[in-house]
């Protein structure tokens, strides 16, 4: 399982989390927002339901196109796996990311065709089943809101660190949660 999102320097509370009970007639609080162009390091990371197997912090500045994924999956995913799991390089492994046109561009396939690893598609126009946006980045951004960081190594470190504190069973869980998701989708059409 893949996917990529933006960490930011100063990320502030959610709407959800900053809900509150209000009379009718109290006038509505201000909302802190994050000014655009903040400084924010993007995430490639890279799970199965043992935990993560990668978390890639980009490069700032560096634009996530087919050629620089490839170049994650052969330089740094495959490493990764040889280290942590190697029995998944053996007995084959199901690949899942979503549709995004870096992930189904042509030299990005025929990489993972090269390893053999079998590629789960990703069914058009649903968001709702990427497993990392509705578990793993909300849960991992829970431990980061409302900090503020100063550079790009500590907020390198404070991901590592959330993603270090999330339980093991929390990935067997969203993988469970994803599958209800992906038969639910095929159910209702």
Avoid at 94 to 107: E, K
Avoid at 168 to 176: D, E, L, M, N, S
Wanted: glycine share 4%; hydrophobic share 35%.
């Amino acid at each position: 399982m893949s996917d990529e999102t933006w960490v930011y320097f100063w990320d502030p509370e959610t709407k959800r989390q900053s809900a509150e009970w209000r009379d009718f007639d109290e006038p509505i609080p201000e909302k802190v927002r994050r000014k655009q162009g903040a400084l924010k390091v993007m995430h490639m990371i890279f799970f199965d339901m043992n935990g993560v197997i990668l978390r890639w912090p980009v490069p700032i500045g560096t634009t996530i196109n087919a050629h620089y994924y490839k170049k994650v999956l052969q330089d740094k995913l495959r490493p990764a796996i040889r280290k942590k799991q190697p029995r998944l390089l053996k007995s084959g492994i199901l690949f899942h990311h979503d549709n995004a046109p870096v992930h189904t561009a042509r030299a990005v396939t025929d990489v993972l065709a090269g390893y053999k690893w079998e590629l789960l598609e990703h069914p058009r126009y649903s968001p709702d089943l990427a497993p990392c946006d509705f578990h793993l980045f909300p849960k991992m951004k829970e431990h980061l809101n409302g900090q503020r960081f100063e550079t790009e190594e500590d907020i390198i470190h404070a991901t590592k660190v959330a993603i270090k504190n999330l339980d093991k069973c929390y990935y067997v869980t969203a993988f469970k949660d994803w599958l209800q998701r992906i038969e639910k989708c095929a159910n209702n059409g």
